[in-house]
């Protein structure tokens, strides 16, 4: 079933902060997802714990957040993307990621193989 792209919007957002939740232990202060083209773009603010806002505060412990952060979405890749796959009905081709230590924000994009189907929102013409 094709839905509005705001639905699908929403649903990554509330997939991602479970995710989030069962495998960091807490989720985002924020949780934005986009739908561009053959794209789906999260960001995410208020992601650091209180441990990593500690940690931040050297170049080395910076360098191990960046670390973990990066490991924890390799590792769980094939569930990202069967999450997104679910939602958007796309194969993923390309996942990325990267948190800002300084901002304590994570941008991940899932890089997918073709446009997401969506229907038009209520109210709003399809260009």
């Known amino acids: 079933m094709t839905k509005t792209k705001g639905q699908i919007e929403a649903e990554i957002s509330q997939a991602i902060l479970k995710f989030e939740k069962e495998h960091i232990g807490r989720g985002p202060e924020e949780i934005r997802t986009f739908v561009v083209s053959d794209m789906i ?3 995410e603010r208020g992601v650091l714990t209180p441990a ?48 800002c230590t300084s901002s304590g924000q994570r941008v991940l994009v899932f890089c997918l193989d073709g446009d997401v189907e969506v229907l038009p929102e209520r109210g709003k013409k399809q260009l």
């Open 41 to 43: 773009v999260v960001r």
């Open 52 to 99: 990593e806002i500690h940690l931040a505060t050297t170049s080395e412990g910076k360098e191990l957040i960046k670390q973990f952060r990066a490991c924890l979405v390799e590792n769980s890749r094939m569930l990202l993307s069967s999450m997104v796959r679910g939602i958007t009905g796309r194969e993923i081709v390309a996942l990325h990621s990267d948190v």
